[in-house]
């Protein structure tokens, strides 16, 4: 029971013993049955509308959002449900900041950056959940996507600086419900998800939710598809009133074309369709299988104190063939590619132990967060190329089918295992009504251990890492509150250098102030902020030895504004926007000092409104429309080679033909912009969708 229903009822009690007139005539009074509804908002349940209240994921426990002194973004499952979309990626552009890097030739979500620093880490409710080289993240299950802006080592462990995504899983919920939705769209794309939610005994004390997608998609770029199958079954089992079970399972199997993209001749756009698929058709698929099981048992002590131990398992394995194209050739009309076979598999334990504690210290009240965590990650990968004999395509008249290399295998061949062991401490302090403060520290102890087949070597490196974080959150008025933070990152660095030593670890410190504001009797939800990020230690090649060192540094500095908000009953919003200078400040010759940071752009921005019907037939149905606006950034790190900015515009509308069926239509990149998304370099290029659209159904059974 939440302390508002306890003030409720305490009030209530209070107010029947002091009324005068019961005391000078009780009379046996016949009440009317009082329904009790609480607005309180879970920081692991779905989102009324754009406008999240509550996080867990920058500090692990369960606090408002406003009372955080640190740049938070929550995007709603609502908002890739208005946009017709299943990607992740479409989330993270209203979180403000965030940018499309390597995606692994269309696998997963490989990489991407936050506020100007790449990073391959993401998390699912607090765990580890892109090590190895996992499926892209399936939105069927997703309730929402918090963006933690800034160095979140002291909280998660190694990462990068600039921030964090934790991904929110759908959770079982005390009322049976089930959800069905197909839908098709241009170039034969084609998707159904089935979400069954089900009390499972009379008392609701044990709950299960399974969610259900099954696509098979054909895309605007030749000869590439995709199939994927997605299952998420979970439990929770309520065993006491103190104590709660939640499992969780997923089970993944994806396969897809392996796409690079295209190519852009000499650094320009010299009419490659954006089409063309450079790569063979008759490689086949690159298949993908995931399996995910999760555990989390919580007991409340007494009234302040509560335990949590937690356990998480994936193991995965990727294989298949690709031809992938190189640079350009010297008669500017073809390109050779090389001919690859991946085969990896890899296996992630994680188990966390947390106690959670709320105590008053003199004046100031105190909640406490202790943890502990052990990981045992293991991979093997093997990457063999197939050399002998030309193997180009013709960019502008690709013909397929050539007869593949066969001639020298070479590659790698590794076997990898990483034992991290960590303890943390954050402290969430409230010193007065208008004063919050948070402090928080964690020490890591990190072993890898690599055992290289090919040159039968074995490398080791280990390191200790203690990384901090500190913020104040003062509430200049009831709706503004202005905070600042200072936090540090460590990330270790792959290899050894010319002395056959370990490099040191990737360093980072960042710091942020800035304002959080409650406007239109809180409706619309505001977070300006102003932050200035530095790394040190990144590999860089030293000009005196010709080998690397860690030695390079790197700076990113600017604004971001995140806006949510239901305006109205039938207005709703989302938006972000970020200005981002990042650039190498200590470099090499092949990335030199002043370079721009790989595919960031200076100034990027989204909007997203909807307009919901209130009254007449059209009530529950909307309409509403995006836009969003990508700045140029750099194609190829430390290169000349730019991409163009560009912006999109789509459009949405869904009709509510009846309390149980729901029809939608998405047009996407209405006005047709020819864009590119991301690059690796000036041959691997992503070209962004032409205009297509989506149509779906769904039902309410």
């Known amino acids: 029971m939440s302390s508002l229903k306890r003030i409720s ?32 908002e879970s920081p692991s349940g779905p989102v009324k509308g754009y406008r999240a209240t509550r996080s867990a994921s920058a500090t692990k426990t369960d606090t408002a959002l406003r009372d955080i002194p640190q740049s938070i973004s929550v995007i709603p499952a609502s908002v890739l449900k208005d946009l017709g979309s299943t990607q992740v990626e479409r989330a993270l552009e209203y979180a403000g900041g965030v940018s499309k890097q390597n995606n692994f030739g269309g696998l997963t979500l490989y990489e991407y950056s936050v506020r100007g620093f790449t990073t391959s880490e993401f998390y699912k409710d607090g765990f580890s959940a892109n090590r190895g080289y996992p499926s892209t993240p399936d939105t069927a299950n997703i309730e929402r996507i918090e963006v933690l802006k800034g160095p979140a080592a002291s909280l998660y462990g190694r990462g990068d600086p600039g921030g964090t995504v934790n991904i929110v899983t759908k959770k079982p919920q005390p009322d049976a419900f089930t959800t069905l939705q197909a839908s098709a769209g241009s170039w034969d794309r084609y998707r159904t998800a089935l979400d069954v939610n089900k009390p499972l005994d009379a008392e609701g004390n044990l709950l299960s939710r399974v969610n259900l997608a099954i696509e098979d998609n054909h895309s605007f770029r030749d000869h590439v598809d995709g199939q994927r199958v997605f299952v998420a079954p979970t439990l929770s ?14 089970i993944v199997r994806h396969r897809s074309t392996f796409d690079r993209g295209i ?7 010299s009419g490659v369709s954006r089409s063309t698929f450079l790569g063979e058709p008759n490689d086949g698929d690159i298949d993908n299988h995931n399996n995910m099981l999760q555990a989390a048992l919580e007991h409340q002590l007494n009234d302040a104190w509560q335990v949590r131990l937690a356990s998480h398992y994936k193991q995965g394995e990727l294989w298949g063939f690709a031809s992938e194209a190189r640079p350009l050739n010297a008669d500017g009309h073809t390109v050779n590619r090389r001919y690859r ?5 890899w296996h992630d334990s994680i188990t966390q132990l947390e106690l959670r504690g709320l105590f008053d210290l003199g004046p100031w009240q105190h909640e406490l967060l ?19 004999g030309a193997y180009p395509i013709d960019l502008y008249h690709p013909v397929y089918g050539q007869p593949k290399p066969n001639g020298l295998r070479t590659g790698t061949d590794f076997f990898e295992r990483v034992q991290s062991r960590a303890l943390s401490l954050q402290d969430q302090i409230v010193f007065t009504d208008r004063l919050r403060g948070m402090i928080g520290m964690r020490y890591e102890h990190f072993e890898q251990h690599i055992d290289d087949h090919t040159t039968r070597v074995t490398r080791r490196q280990r390191h200790d890492a203690l990384t901090q974080r500190a913020g104040l959150l003062y509430q200049l008025t009831p709706e503004v509150g202005l905070f600042a933070n200072a936090s540090t990152s460590f990330k270790p660095n792959n290899g050894l250098d010319a002395q056959g030593k370990s490099f040191n670890p990737e360093e980072g410190t960042g710091y942020e102030v800035g304002l959080k504001s409650e406007l239109f009797e809180g409706r619309l939800s505001t977070t300006l902020a102003a932050f200035h990020i530095e790394k040190e230690n990144v590999l860089a090649l030293d000009p005196g030895t010709d080998t690397s060192r860690a030695m390079g540094k790197a700076r990113s500095q600017g604004i971001d504004l995140q806006v949510t908000g239901q305006l109205t009953d039938a207005i709703r919003v989302i938006g972000a926007f970020a200005y981002i200078d990042a650039e190498v400040t200590r470099g090499d010759e092949a990335i030199p000092t002043g370079s721009r940071i790989l595919g960031v752009a200076k100034r990027s921005g989204s909007l997203l409104g909807v307009y919901e019907f209130q009254d007449g037939r059209l009530r529950g149905s909307d309409v509403g429309a995006a836009f969003t606006y990508v700045g140029d950034r750099s194609g190829e790190a430390g290169g000349d080679f730019q991409l163009p900015a560009y912006h999109t515009v789509d459009l949405l509308a869904h009709y509510k033909a009846s309390e149980t069926v729901t029809v939608g239509l998405n047009l996407n990149n209405v006005f047709d912009e020819k864009y590119y998304e991301r690059a690796y370099s000036n041959y691997w290029v992503n070209p962004g969708e032409p205009r297509n659209f989506t149509v779906s159904l769904t039902l309410d059974l």
């Not at 305490?10 to 009790?36: K, M």
Request: proline content about 6%; aromatic content about 10%; cysteine-free.
């Open 9 to 40: 009822f305490v009030s209530l009690a209070f107010g029947l013993l002091g009324d005068p007139a019961l005391a000078e005539e009780p009379q046996p009074l016949e009440l009317d049955a009082i329904s009790v509804t609480s607005d309180y």
């Open 237 to 250: 089992w309520q065993l006491n009133p103190d104590t709660r079970l939640l499992l969780e399972s997923e």
């Open 263 to 269: 190519v852009a001749p000499d650094n320009r756009w």
């Open 341 to 345: 076979e991946r085969d990896n598999d």
């Open 370 to 388: 202790i943890g502990g965590e052990y990981e045992d990650y293991r991979k093997n990968e093997r990457v063999t190329t197939v050399n002998g």
